[in-house]
């Protein structure tokens, strides 16, 4: 069976492999972590996809390779015929030469990397890599929580919070993709810090959509107190229960994805000369890889799913991000985001968009406000959580009009809906 690079993204068209955690020869089960990959939207463990004996390593680590390439073979008999470990280990396959002339680089051979000791730093991935770098950290000073003992991200940070400190070993350790390096800057004392892979083309990606399409930003405020009385009703059972917190945004996710039911424009692509109105809702909700850049997993037919369903899959999705175990079908498929920024206690943020999709919202901090109350007895003043809704749309795609009215709609499904019934759902 051919192992293929996977589609890592709609506007994804290639990736890194950074890490390859099997030898020629070696035996391998199906969903057992068989490579890493890092492209522009994720740095993300990819599991094997058949049982069987890995027979050839057909694009080495640090190379990068089209989605759709073959990066390997797995042979599904070890009974077929194999190169032995031994021999992986001292010669490279004569397929692997052609794969590194047409990949856009390479620091190292594949089986050549396969066969080194695997030290510390072996299963690290690149986003532990740099944060293991940046507080010159021994690796195996760190009790992994991750699969078979693997350190995360979550772990590195809960290491550094409770005071741990870099130990000599880590001049010996293998951490084998360089973080990356800062330079001083001669007599000024400032630093010069080179991008990350995922950094890198984040930035590409978000230059590009700003220069090729004309954003439009429109605004509401909305009034939660329907949301944040059904917090307060059910916040605290929900979090023993879920062992997560009841936060706004799947209130939000949730109000969103009903009102792109009404407003099917704005659940499309731009195709250049013609909009595809996608029949599914299926969210992108964009999360923070802590300066290495944004990952964002879909909450697929969004519309079908009830509150819970979704505050579960986010808070899931968000926690598998920041180890880097999202599944590659994960970050596929979207068709509108929802970035959120409201912890940070933002005001408002006019978000990027990201194409082929035609708008994107950005849900900023709720706060305590004056706020017009209107009744049939007469308007009144009290103070309400109110938060900002912003959206940036594609104006090749959609008008104001349109644009705003799905605004409405949202704001309206935010402030009239029984969140509270919903949260029993």
Known sequence: MDVIMPQLGETVTEGTVTKWYKQIGDAIRADEALFDVETDKVSTEIPAPATGVLAEILVAEGATAEVGARLAVIRESAQQQVPSASAASTAVPTNVAPAMGTAKRSTTAGPEGAARARGAGDRLSPVVRKLL??????????????????????????????????????????IETPAPHAVSAAGGGDTTIALGNVRRRTAEHMAKSWTTTPHVLQAVEADFHRVEQARQVHGAEWKQREGFALTYLPFVACAVSIALTKFPNLNSTFNGDSLTLHRRVNLGIAVDLGGEGLVVPVVKDASAKSLPQIAREINDFATRARANRLKPDEITEGTYTITNNGAFGTLFTAPIINPPQVAILSTDAVRKKPWVVESPEGDSIAIRPVGMLAQTFDHRAVDGAYAAAFLREVKAIIETQLWTQALQA
């Open 133 to 174: 770098a940046e507080h010159a950290l021994d690796p195996r000073a760190i009790n992994g929580t991750g699969r078979d003992g693997r350190v995360t991200r979550e772990d590195v940070l809960d290491y550094v919070a409770k005071g741990g400190a870099a130990r000599p070993a880590l001049a010996t350790a293998r």
